[in-house]
């Protein structure tokens, strides 16, 4: 890793409806995630580090980011507290994703390479699809990766395993919140 590189902070799928099937029993997990996710963001800003949102746009293709945000916001429950949580400020990026990896045909790789960035830290959802091919993607595009462990959510049956996969193949790092803004630092001196 280059001295001075930058650390990212990934925030993945967090603006939504939660109108998919199972969302109600994602909902909960997601809210924790989204305090995770804000909880960095800040630590983050406050660094003057980058924050991206990568987020599909949920078949909305004619709308941007945006007004996913105020979709999101304007929907009862659990999608209105993350978006709430969640709202980008104006320091924050943002790609739309058409698939699972935030690198997958978006202008992500662009992005990082001209703000510097060389360490992932990802927060979002879905762990087990989502935030895993992000992180293999990253991972084979020589990026560190972490994974910040309470900044994620996903299907229960699944945590222990796509965190498993995560560490076990090497794609990314699992760390504790607590503990990610000290792993991102070793990047940033």
């Known amino acids: 890793m280059a001295t001075g590189a930058l650390p990212a902070l990934l925030v993945i799928d967090m603006i939504g409806m939660l109108d998919f099937p199972g969302a109600d029993r994602l909902a909960p997990s997601a809210v924790r995630a989204a305090r995770g996710a804000r909880t960095l963001r800040?630590?983050?800003?406050?660094?003057?580090?980058?924050?991206?949102?990568?987020?599909?746009?949920?078949?909305?293709?004619?709308?941007?980011?945006?007004?996913?945000v105020a979709m999101a916001s304007a929907m009862p429950?659990?999608?209105?507290?993350?978006?709430?949580?969640?709202?980008?400020?104006p320091q924050d990026y943002f790609v739309l994703?058409?698939?699972?990896?935030?690198?997958?045909?978006?202008?992500?790789?662009?992005?990082?390479?001209?703000?510097?960035?060389?360490?992932?830290?990802?927060?979002?959802?879905?762990?087990?699809?989502?935030?895993?091919?992000?992180?293999?993607?990253?991972?084979?595009?020589?990026f560190e990766v972490a994974v910040a462990r309470e900044g994620v959510a996903g299907k229960p049956e699944l945590r222990?395993?796509?965190?498993?996969?995560?560490?076990?193949?090497?794609?990314?790092?699992v760390v504790a919140l607590d503990r990610a803004v000290a792993w991102c630092a070793r990047a940033a001196r």
Request: charged share 20%.
């Open 160 to 173: 222990a395993a796509a965190f498993k996969v995560l560490s076990g193949s090497n794609a990314a790092a």
């Open 77 to 89: 429950g659990a999608a209105s507290r993350i978006a709430g949580l969640l709202e980008p400020t």
């Open 42 to 68: 800040d630590r983050f800003h406050r660094r003057g580090w980058p924050v991206v949102y990568a987020n599909d746009n949920f078949a909305h293709w004619q709308s941007d980011f945006r007004e996913l």
């Open 97 to 142: 994703k058409p698939k699972h990896s935030a690198f997958l045909d978006t202008a992500l790789p662009v992005l990082l390479a001209k703000l510097g960035v060389q360490r992932l830290l990802l927060t979002g959802m879905a762990l087990e699809a989502c935030i895993l091919a992000t992180a293999i993607d990253g991972n084979a595009r020589e």
